[in-house]
């Protein structure tokens, strides 16, 4: 066993400060990561606080994981020490189940093992995630960053990137569909980019005249101000499909009404308290309301590869270790264009 460095928190009313944790020794089959930098995920507040509740303490976060291989166990085949590699939400999984053997180990019947606040079977502890010097995972959980894309900026793609991908992809989104995406935070601008990447016709709806300008940057073709009644009534029954990306309570059936005939709204968002939807919505238009998880693996991958070629990242802000805790408030308030990343050469600052 290796003890590390490490930010967390021992309680859910305690600030992040500097831990020690204990990592596994390599194993045949591991991977040995030396962080490089690790994006902040409005997940990695929730845990810590304890907002979701189940917290296991002490909690250390962080699942949008880059930096480079630093070892390899002896039976390892897909990577080398120094590839520039990367870590997003999920760890390992019981690889036997129908979720599984489909490749959608984020739905693993038996529950995958998260890269944080889970159990670690080898250690029998909890996982500890990203805001540490290294990490110690399984090949089949490691994912390849290409070369060409900047890897700090390339960390919220393991989370939010994955995020609103695959609902993308799953809903077939591409050349000839018009796409709404309703909020442009830390998922929906990273919507906008890969959805505008993908073909479609990309419409922007916010509450907000300042983003405007903002959105036509990331790629928009279109933008609805949702809290203009005219703009909403005009564009009625237009969209094929809209990826929800708004976590605060809001009025989905407004939405839903700008679907066409058949057209689908999923919902990757996660408001704390229920969102009351009329069959009215629905029924008419036969209209779908869904949601979706990140992506498995091998989707995963498959989006970074996709990035890769579009060169496409988040819009990052660069952030010390010791400005997490400030960073969280500022995240509460929405105060980022539109992810942190830490810079995990700061953790010994």
Not at 211 to 221: H, I, Q, Y
Not at 255 to 272: F, I
Not at 291 to 299: A, R
Not at 319 to 340: P, S
Request: aromatic letters at 6%; hydrophobic letters at 35%; glycine letters at 10%.
């Amino acid at each position: 066993m290796n003890s590390i460095k490490a930010f967390g928190a021992n309680s859910p009313e305690e600030k992040l400060k500097p831990l020690s944790i204990i990592r596994r020794e390599i194993g045949p089959a591991d991977v040995e990561i030396s962080i490089q930098f690790c994006g902040v995920c409005h997940s990695d507040l929730h845990t810590v606080r304890d907002e979701w509740g189940g917290t296991i303490y002490p909690s250390v976060p962080g699942h949008e994981i880059v930096g480079f291989v630093t070892q390899i166990g002896k039976d390892v085949k897909k990577f080398k020490v120094n590839d520039q590699v990367g870590v997003g939400c999920l760890v390992d999984s019981c690889r036997t189940c129908e979720s599984c053997q489909d490749g959608l180990e984020q739905y693993c019947e038996k529950g995958a093992t998260q890269t944080y606040n889970a159990h670690e079977k080898q250690l029998d502890q909890q996982t500890f995630g990203g805001y540490s010097e290294r990490i110690v995972v399984d090949e089949n959980f490691v994912l390849s960053i290409p070369e060409n894309l900047d890897l700090a900026a390339t960390a919220p793609l393991l989370c939010a990137g994955i995020t609103t991908y695959s609902p993308l992809r799953h809903w077939n989104v591409g050349k000839g569909t018009k796409v709404g995406i309703v909020g442009i935070g830390g998922l929906g601008h990273m919507g906008v980019k890969i959805a505008k990447a993908m073909g479609a016709h990309v419409v922007v709806i916010t509450t907000s005249p300042s983003k405007v300008e903002d959105a036509k940057r990331l790629g928009a073709d279109e933008i609805i101000l949702s809290t203009e009644k005219d703009q909403m009534k005009k564009n009625a029954n237009s969209l094929d499909f809209i990826l929800d990306c708004v976590s605060a309570q809001h009025d989905i059936n407004s939405y839903l009404r700008l679907l066409k005939r058949d057209g689908s709204l999923t919902l990757v968002g996660a408001p704390e308290k229920p969102l009351p939807v009329s069959p009215f919505s629905l029924i008419p238009g036969r209209k779908s309301f869904a949601g979706s998880m990140i992506g498995g693996i091998q989707e995963t991958q498959e989006m970074l590869d996709f990035c890769g070629k579009h060169e496409i990242v988040s819009d990052i802000e660069l952030i010390e270790m010791q400005a997490i805790n400030d960073a969280y408030d500022r995240l509460l308030k929405g105060d980022v264009k539109y992810r942190f990343v830490i810079d995990m050469s700061t953790l010994n600052g």
